[in-house]
């Protein structure tokens, strides 16, 4: 920043105005700066800082988080399209067990019920392996002595 100054003159009240050697009116006087600056490196940090600044603002934008109130754009589906998409994908994952299944009985030539022994059937995997067994009673009786017979439990 430049700074200027008018030098006057010194006014005596009981002396008139003391003129100098110069001209009689007042001239503008303006300080010769100490340091040059260059225009150009000035500049140059300028719009580097500007850059690096504008940088700075992009990223602080792309990580901020939303705001509370907002709601996400995505669809929120149903309960029925949720069960429908369950159902779905339990039907393709059972699809894909047949398939290999049948690939295994067509390249070993097995018949069905050993390869279901060797792998079991996942298409209801809540039964035991005597569930189907009609001489069963399905009954399961955890913690009784090695004494207890038969005859007792009924």
């Keep these: 920043m430049v700074k200027t100054f008018v030098r006057g003159e010194v006014v005596n009240a009981d002396k008139a105005v003391a003129q100098k050697k110069?001209?009689?009116?007042?001239?503008?006087?303006?300080?010769?700066?100490?340091?040059?600056?260059?225009?150009?490196?000035?500049?140059?940090?300028?719009?580097a800082a500007e850059e690096k600044a504008k940088k700075i603002m992009d990223e602080a934008l792309k990580n901020r988080p939303q705001k509370p109130g907002k709601r996400k754009e995505t669809k929120r589906l149903s309960n029925l399209e949720a069960f429908k998409e369950e159902l779905k994908r339990a039907q393709e994952e059972r699809a894909e067990r047949r398939r290999l299944r049948q690939q295994l009985q067509d390249q070993l030539g097995m018949d069905k019920e050993p390869l279901d022994k060797i792998a079991p059937s996942l298409d209801n995997p809540y039964l035991g392996t005597y569930d189907l067994d009609p001489n069963t009673t399905n009954l399961f009786l955890s913690n009784l002595s090695p004494k207890v017979r038969v005859a007792p439990v009924y």
């Design 22 to 47: 110069g001209s009689g009116k007042s001239r503008l006087y303006l300080p010769k700066p100490s340091v040059v600056k260059t225009e150009s490196a000035f500049e140059a940090a300028r719009k």
